[in-house]
Each structure stands twice: as structure tokens, then as C-alpha cells.
């Protein structure tokens, strides 16, 4: 038998905050709301949140603390694969909608919930993200996305709250910002272009910091695990060089990709730490894995990316590149100094005991200790051998 309680994933913006108004006026049920915190909320802004939910109508509001494993389960693997969408997009909300679907499946669960329901539109990829974990997890329970159903805009959604004694102020409105652990999106009518920016103030981090200055950034078997000398553990490491770097307006951009349902997309976003550690990461890669370890890492963090994005977290081959990714890591041990600049920042340098540079076998570009001038001549003679039987069969080329 049905109950007639809802657990609604509410993040506190305009679009869970009209689902509140909505289920509550419209289709008669109790609201259990929940915010999943991947690390993108700080308590202040927790109970900030709980309290506009409980104004808002629910029957109560809890915080699903979730940012550790969030971590543990998906980020970690995102650095350990150098994961950037396109060459631009650490994938910042699509991870973080993942195990926040996780979260609120279960609690729903726990709470006997009949139906869960989200905020998405009919035209994003969230929609898909959080159904498809839904299913998976809580077949029985029914899902209501009421934005999705009814196609409305945003302005549709401020005069509903309107007309339920709910003032919103349009020009905070018009912008969607998702915050989390790994970045921050930022959505507009400008991302609904292909032409158009995002202005300076739709971003939530401004530029204060001007001072160029320069970080260490300890990695410990391909783990982030502190900064300038001083151990974290890698949640509060990410945390720490967030609050750092956001200053200078660092890892701004704008994503172009395909979308799940097949139409392009536009989002905007800011992930200071994300692109850092990254690079930061992928550079003390290059100096510590051989060359097919680097070669086959890049085809498999492609696709756990890929299959990220796509909401395909629990496909079993997932589990099997985690692995491979994990394995890779063993000697990727070391310190990256990395300069901050407004709006960029440039990797110097990498020291670890696992540098292959610091081999006794030759320097660059200088000199070779392993091999002689003749060694070479044979060496490429050898090479060449394939080539030039193909050239002599097929002598039109």
C-alpha cells in the first residue's frame, strides 16, 4: 500500500523550492526533504538551507552527510585517470549527482518513503542520473519530477511561488550554481547560447588575490595528502587549495559537450582545486609511469569519464578500470610546485624518488651512458625494416 510520503532532493534554489509548493499544494503529501552534502556546503549554510526547506512547508529536513565516501568511491579515481571532459570539465556536477542519488535512494528507503522526487528539467542530464540510480536502488519507490512533467521556466516557477506568498528575487534567480567538492556549476541564459559568456558576477568566487604566489602539492601514490609541508587528509587538502585558489578566479570555463538524450550542452563553471590537482597530478605521472602505463591509463580514464558522465556507475567493467586505475598509482609519489596567477596557474616542477629523469642511463637531448652512436644506427635500421618492405611491395606509394 502507498503512503503519502515524498523524500524530495532539495538544495534550497528555485527549482526544489517550487517541488516543495507544489507537492505540498498540488498533490497533497508530506515532504521529507534531504540535501546530500558532497563537500560543496559548509554548516552555516546546512542550517540555512534546512530552515528556508521547513519555512518552504516540509514535514522535516535532514543533511545527508556523504563527503568522504564521495571521495573514496568516485573522485579519487577521477585524479587518478586526469579526467577532463572534452579537455575542459573535471566533471564536477556529473559525479556528484551520482552519489547524491545514491544517498537519497537510500533514505528514502530507510524511511518508507513511497515516492522520491527531484527538480531536474526534461532537458538535462540529471534527469537521467538520478532516475537511472533510483531504479536501481529503490525499484518500488515512484518517481515525481514535477519541472520535468510540466516543462516550466524559471520564470513560470517565481510566479507559482508568487502566487503561494514566496518572493524570489529574479536576479540571484537566473543563474543555477551546484556547488560541490569537485567544482562548482554555473548555468545561465548566456550557456543556453553558443556565442554568449558568462559575466564576471555570475561566478561565486571573485578575484581578491592578485600576489603571485607559489604551492607545494604533496601526492602520495597518486593521492593528494598536503600543501606547503603541511599533511591533510585528501578531502581537506581539496578543501584547502579550493579556499586558495579561488581567490585568483582560477579553473573558470565553459563546457561544450553531448548531453545523455543526444543534444549538445553548454554549462559554465569554476573548479580551482579540480584543475590544479589535475595537472598537478598528470604532470608527476609523466615523470614517475612508463610510456605505455601513461598510453593506457589515458584510454581507460577516458572511458571511466566517459561512463561518469554517461550515469553509468554501477556497469560492472567500472569496477574492473577502479582497479587498473588504483595499480597505476603504486609510484606516483611526490611533490608538484605549482605558481598561482589571476585567472591561471603554471606547473614548475615535480621531486620524487620515482622520477625516471634521474636515471643513470642519459640525459636528454645531451648524453647517452647506456648506448653508443652505433647502437642507434642498428636500432633504427631495425625500426625502419617494416616500413621499407611495404614501401618495396607497394612501390606506387
Not at 606547503?228 to 587549495?241: E, G, H, N, R, W
Not at 590537482?277 to 609511469?289: D, F, W
Not at 584510454?299 to 569519464?305: F, T
Amino acid at each position: 500500500m502507498k503512503n503519502n510520503k515524498v523524500v524530495l532532493a532539495f538544495s534550497g534554489g528555485l527549482d526544489t523550492s517550487y517541488c516543495v509548493k507544489y507537492l505540498k499544494h498540488e498533490k497533497q503529501l508530506e515532504i521529507h526533504s534531504a540535501i546530500v552534502n558532497t563537500g560543496g556546503f559548509s554548516k552555516s549554510e546546512l542550517e540555512e538551507i534546512e530552515e528556508k526547506a521547513i519555512s518552504l512547508g516540509v514535514i522535516n529536513h535532514i543533511a545527508l552527510e556523504q563527503t568522504e565516501a564521495y571521495y573514496n568511491h568516485i573522485i579519487k579515481y577521477l585524479i587518478f585517470g586526469n579526467v577532463l571532459k572534452n579537455n575542459t570539465y573535471p566533471l564536477s556536477v556529473s559525479a556528484e549527482r551520482i552519489y547524491q542519488a545514491i544517498a537519497l535512494a537510500k533514505y528514502a528507503k530507510e524511511v518508507k518513503a513511497s515516492y522520491i522526487a527531484h527538480g531536474s528539467t526534461g532537458a538535462g542530464n540529471d534527469q537521467i542520473r538520478f532516475d537511472l540510480i533510483f531504479q536501481l536502488i529503490a525499484p518500488e519507490i515512484e518517481i515525481i519530477t514535477p519541472i520535468r512533467d510540466q516543462q516550466l521556466s524559471r520564470k513560470e516557477e517565481i510566479e507559482y511561488l508568487a502566487s503561494h506568498g514566496v518572493a524570489i528575487d529574479w536576479k540571484k534567480a537566473q543563474y543555477s550554481i551546484n556547488k560541490g567538492l569537485w567544482g562548482t556549476s554555473v548555468g545561465g541564459a548566456e550557456t543556453l547560447t553558443s556565442h554568449q559568456t558568462l559575466p564576471e558576477e555570475a561566478y561565486p568566487s571573485q578575484l581578491v588575490a592578485t600576489e603571485t604566489t607559489t604551492l607545494k602539492i604533496e601526492f602520495e601514490k597518486g593521492e593528494i595528502c598536503g600543501i606547503d609541508d603541511k599533511k591533510m587528509d585528501p578531502v581537506s587538502a581539496i578543501q584547502t587549495l579550493e579556499n586558495i585558489a579561488n581567490k585568483y578566479a582560477i579553473g573558470r570555463d565553459v563546457h561544450v559537450g553531448d548531453t545523455i538524450i543526444g543534444i549538445k550542452g553548454r554549462v559554465g563553471f569554476e573548479a580551482a582545486a579540480a584543475n590544479i590537482i589535475i595537472k598537478a597530478h598528470h604532470t608527476l605521472e609523466k615523470h614517475t609511469l612508463s610510456k605505455w602505463q601513461l598510453h593506457w591509463k589515458e584510454q581507460l580514464g577516458s572511458w571511466y569519464g566517459m561512463f561518469i558522465h554517461e550515469s553509468q556507475y554501477f556497469e560492472p567493467v567500472m569496477r574492473n578500470i577502479e582497479t587498473f586505475l588504483q595499480d597505476s598509482q603504486a609510484n606516483v609519489t611526490g611533490t608538484v610546485s605549482v605558481e598561482l596567477h589571476p585567472y591561471r596557474f603554471v606547473v614548475q616542477g615535480i621531486t620524487s624518488d620515482h622520477d625516471l629523469m634521474t636515471s643513470d642511463f642519459g640525459e636528454y637531448g645531451e648524453s647517452n651512458k647506456n648506448w653508443s652512436g652505433d647502437d642507434v644506427k642498428g636500432f633504427t635500421k631495425i625500426i625502419a625494416n617494416s616500413m621499407q618492405i611495404f614501401k618495396h611491395v607497394n612501390t606506387e606509394l
